[in-house]
Structures are given as C-alpha cells and as structure tokens.
C-alpha cells in the first residue's frame, strides 16, 4: 500500500515562507497528475496547485503568484513552495497523487499556521 508523507509544515508569520514536500513509500508508475489540497476548519477541501506529468501546473487564483509547485518524478516527490503567506493561508495541507490507471492516493496531512 503506498503511503504519501507530507513535511514542512509549521508555524509562519504572515508574510513569512514555508515549503512543504511529499514523498511516497514506494514508487508509481505512470503518475497522471501531482498537488496539493488544503482544508480549513469549517471549510470543504480545496485545490491549491496541481503539476500533470508533463509539466503543466494549475493553481487557485488565491496562491497565484505566491505560491509554486513542482515535482521530482524520478524520486516520486512534489513540494510546494510557500512565500508571502496570509492569515488566510493557514489549514491542513494534504498532497495528492493521481496515477494513470485513476488510483488516487493522499497524504495525512500538515498542519500550517500563520500568525499575524
């Protein structure tokens, strides 16, 4: 059974940085598609950034401009780099990958809190 493990997760000032990873246990083949969700309390979970295998990246109008996905396919990781961060920012952030075949795998979930 693969298992995504996200990291990087913490405490930031608004205004500050953080990037989180996500690392499977094992490797996928033919992964489809890479992101990350987030989900705040009393909200539903929402996309935050998405990269499809070939490159092309997908983010909510919200993180554009602040945040940036990218992903290592041979070491099976995707992180998201987090600048400019807003009080708003802050929820569970759980990484995701889609493979070719639909399996759909997901990550536990870190926690990120922005202070002002």
């Known amino acids: 059974q693969v298992q995504l493990v996200e990291s990087g997760g913490g405490l930031v000032q608004a205004g500050g940085s953080l990037r989180l990873s996500c690392a499977a246990s094992?490797?996928?083949?033919?992964?489809?598609?890479m992101g990350w969700y987030r989900q705040a309390p009393g909200k539903p979970r929402e996309l935050v950034a998405t990269i499809v295998s070939g490159g092309t990246t997908n983010y909510a109008d919200s993180v554009k401009g602040r945040f940036t996905i990218s992903r290592d396919n041979a070491k099976n990781t995707v992180s998201l780099q987090m600048n400019s961060l807003k009080i708003e920012d802050a929820a569970v952030y759980y990484c995701r990958i889609v493979d070719a075949r639909g399996n759909n795998y997901w990550g536990q979930g870190t926690q990120v809190t922005v202070s002002s």
């Open positions: 094992q490797t996928i083949a033919s992964i489809f598609v």
